[in-house]
């Protein structure tokens, strides 16, 4: 089944951490997280390490606690049919759990 909502964390690590039981790239979503499409060879290079994707909230919080809370940042998606859209009331929801 496909998720319905999509919490994204981009930040940058500073402890190990260790992954859900799904995957956390944010690619088979189609998610709108870039402004060109990126090669694997560049994704994995340059953004999986820090850019994630999580189908559960507490996930995505314990994620960003890994990271440097000065610069993570926690866009949240919405599923409307076949598009996602953002939801500017989660992520300032998800924002404000997190600091």
């Known amino acids: 089944m496909e998720p319905t909502r999509v919490y994204v964390i981009i930040g940058d690590p500073h402890q190990p951490y260790t992954e859900p039981p799904y995957s956390t790239d944010p690619r088979p979503h189609g998610l709108p997280l870039f402004k060109r499409p990126l090669s694997d ?16 909230r507490a996930h995505a919080i314990d994620f960003a606690y890994h990271c440097n809370l000065v610069s993570v ?7 409307a049919g076949s598009e996602w859209v953002y939801n500017g009331d989660e992520t300032g929801r998800l924002a ?4």
């Open 41 to 56: 060879e560049e994704f994995e290079r340059d953004y999986r390490v820090k850019v994630r994707a999580f189908t559960d």
């Open 73 to 79: 940042q926690c866009p949240v998606y919405d599923r």
């Open 96 to 99: 404000g759990d997190i600091n």
